[in-house]
C-alpha cells in the first residue's frame, strides 16, 4: 500500500515553455501532498506543500509564479513549471500524507531543460 | 531550525564488510526518523522508520538505531553486497506533529565485488 506515482519520469524541453508534472496516490486519499527538488548529489529541498481544494504554501524563495500547483482532488497534485530555463532543470519528487506522520515519495521527474 | 548531518558522505567499502552510517541531528525534540534509499536518478525507497519511543529497527541485513538524547541514529548495514550501492538519506521529522521531514545530505555508498 501507500504507493505514489508520478508522470512524466522524465521530460526535456525548450527554454521558455511550460512543463506539467503529476503526482497521484494510487491507494490512498492524500490529505497533503508535497513538493521536492533535489539538484545533482544533494539533498531534498522542500518546494511547496498542497492540501486539496486550497492554495499551495511554498517556501521561502521559491517562486510561486514560477512553480504553479495545483491539488485537484485528494489523489492527484500537479506541478506546472512555467516558461522554464535551464537553471530549472532538476529532479522533482512529490511525496503524499494521509494519516501518519510519515510521508509515501514518488519515483520523481527529471526535467532538462535545453 | 533543525539540522541534519550525514557522515561519511561517502563510502567504498569492498563487498562482505559491515558498515555504519551516521545521522546526526541538532534539535532532539523529534518524532520519527527515517531512514531512505535512493538510486541514481530514482525516487526514494523507504528502508526503516523509527519512532521518536523506539531505539532501533530491524529489516533483513538492515539496522537502524536511535538515540534522541545525543541526538544520533546509524544505520548498520551487515554483509554488504554490490546491490547495496546507492545513496542513504536520514529525515527527521519535528515533534510539533509536522509531516515535513528534513532531509541529511545522504551518503554516497559504493560496494565492489
Known amino acids: 500500500g501507500a504507493v505514489v506515482s508520478q508522470h512524466p519520469s522524465w521530460v526535456i524541453c525548450k527554454s521558455g515553455t511550460s512543463v506539467k508534472i503529476e503526482c497521484r496516490s494510487l491507494?490512498?486519499?492524500?490529505?497533503?501532498m508535497f513538493w521536492y527538488r533535489q539538484f545533482p548529489k544533494q539533498s531534498l529541498m522542500l518546494m511547496a506543500t498542497?492540501?486539496?481544494?486550497?492554495?499551495?504554501?511554498?517556501e521561502q524563495g521559491v517562486e510561486k509564479d514560477k512553480f504553479l500547483i495545483n491539488h485537484a482532488s485528494l489523489t492527484l497534485s500537479t506541478l506546472t513549471v512555467t516558461s522554464a530555463h535551464p537553471e530549472d532543470s532538476s529532479f522533482y519528487i512529490c511525496s503524499a500524507h494521509f494519516s501518519s506522520v510519515e510521508q509515501f515519495f514518488g519515483p520523481g521527474t527529471r526535467l532538462t531543460v535545453l | 531550525k533543525q539540522e541534519v548531518t550525514q557522515i561519511p558522505a561517502a563510502l567504498s567499502v569492498p563487498e562482505g564488510e559491515n558498515l555504519v552510517l551516521n545521522c546526526s541531528f541538532t534539535?532532539?525534540?523529534?518524532?520519527?526518523l527515517q531512514w531512505f534509499r535512493q538510486d541514481p536518478g530514482k525516487g526514494l525507497t523507504s528502508l526503516l522508520l523509527i519512532q521518536s519511543s523506539q531505539r532501533e529497527q530491524t529489516s533483513g541485513r538492515l539496522n537502524a538505531s536511535l538515540d534522541k538524547s545525543s541526538g544520533r541514529s546509524t544505520l548498520y548495514i551487515a554483509a554488504s553486497q554490490p546491490g547495496d550501492s546507492a545513496t542513504y538519506l536520514c529525515?527527521?521529522?519535528?515533534?510539533?506533529?509536522?509531516?515535513?521531514?528534513?532531509f541529511g545530505r545522504g551518503t554516497s555508498l559504493i560496494v565492489h565485488p
Open positions: 529525515a527527521v521529522y519535528g515533534s510539533g506533529g509536522s509531516y515535513i521531514p528534513t
Open positions: 491507494d490512498f486519499q492524500a490529505t497533503t
Open positions: 498542497s492540501n486539496e481544494g486550497s492554495k499551495a504554501t511554498y
Open positions: 534539535d532532539s525534540a523529534i518524532y520519527n
